[in-house]
């Protein structure tokens, strides 16, 4: 015969692992109904790419190596800062606007600033990028000092890609996923479905306004010139009025401020009273004293 207590351990151990197996179970039959979904329209994505893969082999065997795809083209941002000291402002603006009528530019933001000492154009131009070092080149050789001069440039190439691979994968997924919504029975399998397409809608629209915002920044770059030109200093005195229409400003302010005044002592009439009475009976007071 067992002891007592070595039974009683035994059926506790046994219960312990039943337990655990139990837990495991039913956690991994909660993670893959998350996964269903997913997983069908990846087996139908990839499925399906097999499949063509398959249809197109014998072609992609005898395709010459040299007849496949070129690599893309690289997508390069350029961004420049540039300074120009003149002695005619008006004729280098002209010269600049006959430049990017030819060269097919655009300004972003033109601003005019006066001051005494010096007039400035703040010009932010946008320019196809193919044009953009003759445009330099163009504006550098006309009348005036280069007071700084400054360009910079990011290969966006990789991140082009990256975008666009990523985008037409998921273009593919909402595809299957409206596919699989057609066959869905229930109400919560339609519901589960179309929250999973809502969400690559939304990843979609953000990848394609980042490539297209990438596209922009590629096709035309971006220069901000500073043209500006040195003023001969003038003493402006300050424009004041004659000596008559400042004596009826002042007589009109003056009588202004005494009809407030007049009307200011008639709002607080309650207190004249108050005050009247009070006179009144201290006077009254002092008489009566004295004569004591």
């Known amino acids: 015969m067992y002891p007592i207590d070595k039974i009683l351990f035994y059926y506790l151990m046994r219960n312990i692992y039943i337990l655990f197996i139990t837990t ?59 300074g120009l000291r003149v002695n005619e402002l008006e004729v280098t603006k002209q010269r600049i606007d006959s430049l990017l009528i030819k060269y097919k530019g655009y300004y972003a933001q033109e601003t005019l600033q006066n001051e005494a000492y010096v007039s ?5 131009i946008r320019v196809p990028n193919e044009n953009y070092e003759t445009l330099i080149a163009a504006i550098e050789s006309g009348k005036g000092k280069i007071l700084y001069k400054e360009i910079d440039t990011q290969d966006v190439t990789e991140q082009f890609v990256d975008i666009e691979t990523r985008l037409n994968n998921k273009r593919n997924y909402l595809l299957r ?23 690559l809608v939304e990843e979609i629209e953000s990848a394609e306004g980042r490539l297209s915002y990438l596209n922009n920044q590629v096709t035309y770059s971006t220069l901000d010139l500073t ?65 004591k």
């Not at 400035?120 to 932010?124: A, E, H, N, P, S």
């Open 177 to 199: 996923y409206q596919e699989i919504l057609k066959q869905a029975k229930s109400i919560k399998e339609i519901l589960e479905i179309e929250e999973y397409i809502r969400s």
């Open 227 to 291: 043209v500006s030109k040195e003023n001969d200093y003038k003493f402006t005195p300050e424009r004041r009025e004659n000596f008559f229409e400042r004596l009826k400003e002042a007589l009109s302010t003056g009588w202004d401020g005494f009809v407030d005044f007049i009307i200011f002592l008639l709002s607080v009439w309650p207190f004249w009273f108050i005050l009247a009475g009070t006179i009144y009976l201290f006077v009254r007071w002092r008489k009566r004293k004295n004569k």
């Open 120 to 124: 400035t154009f703040r010009l932010k």
């Open 24 to 82: 495991i179970f039913f956690l991994s039959c909660e993670s893959n109904n998350g996964q269903h979904y997913e997983s069908m329209a990846e087996s139908a994505l990839y499925g399906t790419a097999v499949d063509e893969i398959d249809s197109n082999d014998a072609d992609a065997k005898t395709t010459d190596p040299l007849q496949q795809a070129a690599p893309m083209q690289k997508k390069i941002i350029k961004d420049g800062r540039m």
